[in-house]
């Protein structure tokens, strides 16, 4: 792969990507006999959007499931901002600011969609338990600087007219929509998604499509993010990795994938519709 | 006021205090439903241990002291000490406390995504034991429970209505003690649940527990801090049902009743446990009072039930409970 400049690189649209933010090193996970991902190593960049691709099976999701937390890999390493990470639960690396959203849609149905995003900030809520009880008005304060902040990112996704409705009643794309709000509420350092564009249309797609960039954009969050449609991921990515039955192909920036003999071998060259 | 509706009345409101202390015990079981889905059968079990402990610690009773007497063959029964009330209580939802932690860490965390019939049937077990230990540890016997309670009648209702209609209403002391405390109860549960970062949590992971993981809520302390709110909860049920008849082992049985109020009142709503179980209260009553004379009595018996019936045909999601929604 290309030798990259440790403070970073500038991308071929003019945006200026930071230093390492994670780092997977030599990661191998294995399901009892089966091998998920074979000794993958990537890193992820300040501000980047990071596509991770391959045909069904290739353990894309396995390998987010590990960034996140929800599996632990049997060997390697995970490194984030500088630090080695041990092996975490999942809501423990959520503190540590990795936010997600799942492939199958993973919301609170019975709440409103604004207690649905209120619940992505609750990592960043201070007051506990006792205070809570005690300072009435202190916490009532703090609840108030969520909402604001909650309220902002209604605006930017433009669902403030099913503010008030309860999730369960949603349609598929308006609830992808909101669980990407949830995990914007948390304002991580950086954002999973995994396949955000699943099962939308094409109007849906292109809404998705311009959000994450906005996000990335107006937020500067990272994003690392799996996804099937080969011509959303090329136009949206700064790097891509590309797995095929848990081995990483190939690595860099999406025209240097799709040039990749490899790569084409085994994922762009024959039809995966 | 003609004498028969005075009656009919007095039946009624002496209903409505009994049905606060069903609430009560419903109560427990909603909180706990609302926060992991899982149906609690233990939750009259649990009041019932936490009364015997109340009592225990109050009178000084050397906890397992049958057991340690039949090994040894020693003579011990008490420590010789009268704990204050209200330090006993505190005692006692300490221990409730503990409780939690034990089957956190003994039970539910081995059932993380278990099917709910699993975690039902875990709490059935749970159930059986709570009853075994709290037998073993305090004794068999029926015990008097007294927390300095008002009870016995209210002077003020009986002179009052006495003077109004030339007929004085019988109505309990404690039982107006126990609905002061339920409505408290009601109103510090709501507003923790709706307002509180902890109640957000508690909502949240009832509804989706990898989506609760995901926004960084650790499952385990969600769990104990409900089953201690639960357990306290227990607690002041125990207080409420011992005083009025003793610490017995019957006490375990009231959780049945708790059912109907819950199929009425609806699982998942805090207000719903306790309308249901003042419906459930008021309506044996009067239901006794002028049905009862003409089919022979004892309709208390399976009033509650027919109506939860009846409710589970046309609404079953209960008065409050979630409208559940399912998107085809």
Known sequence: MNQMNPEGYVTADGRKIGPVLMEMKNISLRFGGVKAITDISFDIREGEIRAIIGPNGAGKSSMLNVISGFYVPQDGEVWFRGYKRGPMKPYQVARLGIARTFQNIALFDGMSVLDNIMTGRLTLMKSGLFSQAMWWGKAEKEETEHREKVEKIIDFLEIQPIRKTPVGRLPYGLKKRVELARALAAEPKLLLLDEPMAGMNVEEKEDMCRFILDVNDEFGTTIALIEHDMGVVMDLSDRVVVMDYGKKIGDGTPDEVRSNPDVINAYLGVSHD | ?328
Not at chain 2, 83 to 93: D, E, G, H, Q, S
Not at chain 2, 172 to 181: G, K, R
């Open chain 2, 1 to 328: 006021m003609p004498d028969q509706l005075l009656y009919a009345i007095e039946a009624g409101l002496n209903g409505l205090m009994a049905g606060v202390l069903y609430a009560l015990v419903a109560l427990g079981f909603v909180l706990i439903f609302k926060a992991s889905g899982i149906f609690n059968y233990a939750q009259g079990v649990l009041a019932l241990f936490a009364a015997l402990t109340l009592v225990g610690f109050q009178n000084g009773q050397i906890p397992f002291a049958h057991l340690i007497n039949a090994i040894f063959g020693t003579d011990l029964h008490t420590f010789g000490w009268q704990l204050p009330a209200i330090v006993a209580i505190v005692l006692a939802a300490g221990v409730m406390v503990i409780l939690s932690i034990i089957i956190e860490r003994y039970v539910l965390k081995h059932l993380v995504n278990q099917a709910p019939i699993i975690l039902f049937m875990a709490t059935i077990g749970l159930a059986y034991f709570l009853e075994g230990l709290g037998d073993i540890m305090w004794g068999a016997d029926i015990k008097k429970l007294d927390v300095g309670l008002p009870q016995g009648i209210n002077e003020t209702i009986d002179t009052v209505t006495y003077n109004a209609f030339g007929y004085g209403f019988f109505i309990d002391n404690l039982d107006i003690v126990a609905s002061v405390v339920a409505a408290l109860l009601v109103i510090s549960l709501t507003i923790f649940s709706q307002y509180s970062k902890q109640g957000r949590a508690l909502r949240a992971v009832a509804d989706d527990h990898q989506a609760a993981l995901s926004v960084g809520i650790s499952l385990r302390f969600i769990w104990v801090l409900v089953w201690s709110i639960a357990g306290f909860v227990a607690l002041v049920a125990g207080i409420m049902w011992g005083s009025k008849s003793g610490v017995q082992f019957s006490l375990s049985l009231i959780a049945l009743k708790a059912l109907p109020v819950l199929m009425l009142g609806g699982f998942t709503s805090i207000p719903g446990a306790i309308v249901g179980g003042l419906i459930i209260g008021m309506g044996e009553k009067l239901f006794e009072f002028f049905v009862g004379p003409m089919i022979g009595g004892a309709t208390e018996n399976w009033f509650a039930y027919v109506l939860a019936l009846l409710f589970l045909v046309f609404r079953p999601q209960g008065l409050f409970g979630e409208k559940i929604i399912e998107r085809v």
